[in-house]
């Protein structure tokens, strides 16, 4: 079994329905969610022209290989009803693979560990609170020294129910 670390985020219609319902989907495809952090709400990052993105991170135990867990992904967001139109646009659901246990894939289609993770407070928060000592297996630092030295300062702010 392989721990994969993904983001859940969602900026369209019952946000919160749509996270559980793709934490539900990917339980039956990929594997045991073994850790899921809280929500967080952050306002849309790169397009900021759309509602604000309520975001979560799993990890989730699997046996799938990397690119299973891309193509289960894929399939688990169009089932969603996401449709990928405008780069960074308004969505009901959005998945990404942060890591897949200390590998690093760098193919056309998947980079893992995700490329930009460093630079995204809506995603390091998130890790943070399940996983603060995973290393980057590039960068070498934990998800918590990531967090201290990330250039991104938009607001990620604890959603409370």
Same mark, same amino acid.
């Given at each position: 079994?392989?721990?994969? /670390? %993904?983001?859940?985020?969602? =900026?369209?219609?019952? !946000?919160?329905?749509?996270?559980?319902?793709?934490?539900?989907?990917? $339980?039956? +495809? &990929?594997?045991?969610?073994?850790?899921? +952090? +809280?929500? /967080?709400?952050?306002?849309?990052?790169?397009? $900021?022209?759309?509602?604000?993105?309520? =975001?979560?991170?799993?990890?989730? *135990?699997?046996?799938? +290989?990397?690119?299973? %867990?891309?193509?289960?992904?894929?399939?688990? $967001?169009?089932?969603?009803?996401?449709?990928?139109?405008?780069?960074?646009?308004? !969505?009901?659901?959005?998945?990404? &693979?942060?890591?897949?246990?200390?590998?690093?894939?760098?193919?056309?289609?998947?980079?893992?560990?995700?490329?930009?993770?460093? $630079? !995204? !407070?809506?995603?390091?928060?998130?890790?943070? *609170?399940?996983?603060p000592e995973l290393l980057h297996p590039i960068l070498q630092k934990t998800i918590a020294e990531l967090l201290v030295s990330c250039p991104d300062k938009l607001e990620v702010r604890l959603k409370e129910f």
């Amino acid at each position: 079994m392989i721990k994969a /670390y %993904l983001l859940l985020g969602s =900026n369209e219609g019952n !946000r919160i329905d749509w996270l559980n319902k793709a934490m539900a989907a990917l $339980e039956q +495809s &990929i594997g045991k969610i073994v850790a899921k +952090s +809280s929500l /967080y709400e952050t306002a849309a990052w790169g397009k $900021e022209d759309q509602p604000d993105f309520l =975001n979560m991170a799993l990890c989730i *135990e699997t046996q799938l +290989s990397p690119q299973q %867990l891309l193509q289960s992904i894929l399939q688990t $967001e169009i089932q969603l009803g996401r449709h990928r139109t405008v780069k960074w646009g308004q !969505r009901t659901i959005d998945i990404d &693979i942060l890591f897949y246990g200390n590998e690093v894939i760098d193919t056309p289609d998947l980079k893992v560990p995700h490329p930009y993770i460093q $630079e !995204r !407070r809506f995603a390091l928060v998130p890790m943070n *609170e399940i996983a603060p000592e995973l290393l980057h297996p590039i960068l070498q630092k934990t998800i918590a020294e990531l967090l201290v030295s990330c250039p991104d300062k938009l607001e990620v702010r604890l959603k409370e129910f």
